[in-house]
């Protein structure tokens, strides 16, 4: 089987209204951040996550990671003698 890269997005971090005031979602919850670049700098340094995707009418940011995976093959389609398929 072939195999393919997918794209992988993760909820990392949420924004706190009103402002550009940004909370961690998966440690230092408590923590309110005063900016996005900030955020962005804590959550490389606790993950090394360095690719985000960012989604301003949601108000969150994701981790972009690539996973491999198996793509199965198209079955093949079979015909009649009459040009139905099977």
């Given at each position: 089987?072939?195999?393919?890269?997918?794209?992988?997005?993760?909820?990392?971090?949420?924004?706190?209204?009103?402002?550009?005031?940004?909370?961690?979602?998966?440690?230092?919850?408590?923590?309110?951040?005063?900016?996005?670049?900030?955020?962005?700098?804590?959550?490389y340094?606790?993950?090394?996550?360095?690719?985000?995707?960012?989604?301003?009418?949601?108000?969150?940011?994701?981790?972009?990671?690539?996973?491999?995976?198996?793509?199965k093959?198209?079955?093949?389609?079979?015909?009649?003698?009459?040009?139905?398929?099977?």
């Amino acid at each position: 089987m072939d195999k393919t890269e997918q794209e992988v997005k993760t909820k990392v971090a949420q924004r706190i209204k009103p402002g550009d005031r940004w909370s961690p979602l998966h440690f230092n919850k408590d923590v309110v951040v005063p900016s996005l670049t900030e955020v962005l700098e804590l959550i490389y340094q606790e993950t090394n996550i360095t690719q985000f995707y960012i989604d301003a009418r949601e108000g969150y940011i994701y981790s972009v990671d690539h996973e491999e995976v198996e793509v199965k093959p198209i079955p093949e389609k079979k015909w009649s003698l009459y040009g139905d398929d099977i």
